[in-house]
């Protein structure tokens, strides 16, 4: 039997004065959909009487339209996002507000600060440029989250963390300060100076060095190891997989995202999947082993992320279908 | 900026909340009603003017909404910034003209997943990170049911709650207020390398303490 439960009920809740019975009463309650307005409402009651703390609301808007909008209505001005998605991109995505979501701010204003670190994030579709307390510049792909100490950087450290992806032009300091990259996974670069691109996704983890020197290392076989690379060098590290080391004669290609272009050497299907999911929240699926496993080579330009779709399924002569944040490669 | 014109909010939000006791029992949910009755005067300010219907549901929502952030990341500096992420997502995409349901559920929605992200990215052990990822659907796990919040939430405060006394005071003093270690060193008469283990301590408990609440 369902049990009613009034804003007395979500007022003791809230407080967290309930005994365990009549709890689980209220969180029945709250999975039905249903109740969900409802809820906020009360929760909005609840917590006008039970402030933490006064913020400074007139401060805030006033910083809110002085940073961002400078009083234009919203799509007219120009975001500093270089990769500036069309507006349906942003639609699709409203409410996929799960997962780290886009600023598309000046300066400061996506420097979450904790009071450890400062981070920097990119969202779904989305790529910006950094310039690091050290001088060096950074440039994150899609999706992706950096974040680096709040005090001595470039002093005490240079320790940054990395999931996925960013072009790192590292500054040589005076003191000869490493710049070391860490991510997830047991691996990490070192360098002191220089330029390169890093990957740290879920699928995979791959570096390429454009100039200057880096240090890889990295956990294989419980045991640790170091790897030099050199100009040209391209290290891929996938899961369940031997580090793999080639040489590119193009690590420019590499850098194409920054350029809305996607550049992809003899890659599968399934990881480009992996990067449609990771860059702009698509869900892909495919068919079957026989599509996923296709594999993709050369240059691909997408203004849109639906630009891409339809130029890697004309490629491959396969069809893509997308609704919502699904897509469907299957075979014609 | 509407010169000239006074906010209601705050004539609004005593309104509401005085006519809110005689809907208590109502056993439907009122939602329809409800948001008319609340927000209307801000939605039909946005279809005249999106700047002033924003600026009027800024001031309605901003102390709640940091208020209630600040539960979950114990951080005015990060509450503040999460609120206006959210504000500021809700402009750019003109959220105004498109959500069927009332701002204030929109809002209180966002909130709360930027600040379950926010704390999750702080304190999730990284691993565990990594084993979700071959789970396709899991790119960006979030609690389905609002129950998961309020739950996460409860640890959170018992976690800081727990803390030893002076150990809690720092961690307030350091993240809440955005106190600098030398200035918690001075007002509490300690050394900034005690500041800076009580800090460490009290991280490392929340790590530990919310390790098994992360979707």
Known sequence: ?332 | MLKGEDYTGEHMISGSASKAPDRMDRKEPVMCNEKEDSEWVIRSRFSESPKAGFELLFHRYHKVLCSHAVRFVYSREVAEDLVSDVFCRFWKTRAYEAVNSSYRYYLFRSVRNEAYNYLKLEFQKFEKLDESAYNISGLSNQPDYVAQYEEVLRQVENLVESLPPQCRKVFLLSRFEGKKYQEIADELDISVKTVEVHIGKALDLMRRGLKNHWI
Do not use: C
């Not at chain 1, 670190?117 to 950094?130: D, I, L, M, Q």
């Not at chain 1, 450290?157 to 997830?184: D, M, P, Y």
């Not at chain 1, 496993?293 to 490629?315: C, H, N, P, Y």
């Open chain 1, 1 to 332: 039997m369902e049990r009613e439960i009034n804003k007395e009920h979500i007022f003791d809740y809230l407080g967290n004065k309930t005994s365990p019975i009549q709890r689980k009463a209220v969180e029945d309650w709250l999975l039905d959909r249903e109740n969900e307005e409802l809820y906020y409402q009360w929760l909005e009651e609840w917590e006008r009487n039970h402030l933490q703390y006064i913020p400074d609301t007139k401060k805030a808007l006033d910083t809110f339209f002085s940073q961002t909008i400078v009083y234009t209505e919203p799509d007219t001005e120009q975001s500093n996002i270089l990769n500036s998605q069309e507006n349906r991109l942003w639609r699709t995505f409203r409410w996929a507000s799960a997962a780290v979501v886009l600023l598309t701010l000046t300066s400061g204003w996506f420097w979450r600060e904790s009071i450890m670190y400062k981070s920097y994030r990119t969202g779904y579709g989305e790529v910006a440029e950094y310039r690091l307390p050290d001088g060096s510049d950074i440039k994150l792909n899609a999706n992706s989250y950096l974040r680096i100490p709040r005090w001595g950087f470039g002093e005490q450290t240079r320790e940054v963390f990395l999931s996925g992806e960013a072009a790192f032009n590292v500054k040589h300091l005076e003191n000869h300060q490493r710049f070391v990259v860490k991510t997830i996974e047991d691996f990490e670069v070192e360098v002191l100076g220089t330029e390169f691109i890093m990957t740290a996704r879920k699928y995979g983890s791959r570096v390429i060095l454009t100039t200057g020197k880096v240090n890889l290392r990295y956990q294989a076989n419980e045991e640790k190891r170091e790897l030099e690379m050199m100009p040209g060098d391209l290290v891929t590290l996938s899961k369940n997989q031997e580090m793999k080391i080639r040489k590119t004669d193009t690590p420019e290609n590499f850098t194409e995202w920054e350029e809305s272009r996607f550049y992809f050497e003899e890659t599968q299907l399934e990881e480009i999947g992996y990067m449609l999911q990771e860059n702009y929240g698509l869900e892909v699926e495919f068919s079957g082993p026989e599509v996923s496993g296709r594999m993709l080579m050369g240059s691909f330009k997408g203004q849109t992320v639906d630009d891409l779709l339809v130029s890697i399924a004309e490629v491959l002569d396969i069809s893509v279908a997308r609704k919502g944040d699904k897509v469907l490669f299957s075979d014609k």
